[in-house]
């Protein structure tokens, strides 16, 4: 069983910049590696959408945070962190880490896709 925690949530001005972190811990079935992680995040109201995703060093992006976001992967630490810049209110959300077996693509890019998730870390874009 794949224990994500989040961390790194807050509140900035338009056009700051946050970095999220989320531990991965438990007992991985197979390979550490084999693992694809992402992050997803949730607004009030609206369905939860992928934001990027990381599976052996490719990365995929939702369109709307691509330039502005960078997911990276510790693997030896066991940490997935997400940079954000050039923040804005549209980003207001909660965000969660999530894990899936095996390969991931922008094609994977959907909540249906993932399997283990953190409990979220709210992250709030003032104008």
């Known amino acids: 069983q794949v224990h994500l925690v989040e961390s790194g949530g807050g509140s900035v001005t338009a056009g700051g910049s946050l970095r999220l972190t989320c531990v991965v811990s438990?007992?991985?079935?197979?390979?550490?590696?084999?693992?694809?992680m992402g992050w997803f995040r949730q607004a009030p109201g609206k369905e939860r959408e992928a934001v990027a995703a990381?599976?052996?060093?490719?990365?995929s992006y939702n369109d709307a945070v691509l330039g502005r976001f960078t997911i990276a992967r510790d693997s030896a630490k066991d940490i997935l962190a997400l940079q954000m810049n050039g923040l804005t209110p549209d980003d207001t959300a909660m965000y969660f880490c999530?894990?899936?077996?095996?390969?991931?693509?922008?094609?994977?890019?959907?909540?249906?896709?993932?399997?283990?998730w953190g409990q979220g870390t709210q992250v709030t874009i003032y104008s």
């Open positions: 999530a894990a899936r077996l095996g390969f991931c693509d922008s094609t994977y890019l959907h909540r249906d896709n993932f399997h283990f």
């Open positions: 438990g007992s991985y079935t197979y390979p550490a590696d084999s693992y694809c």
């Open positions: 990381i599976y052996r060093g490719v990365r």
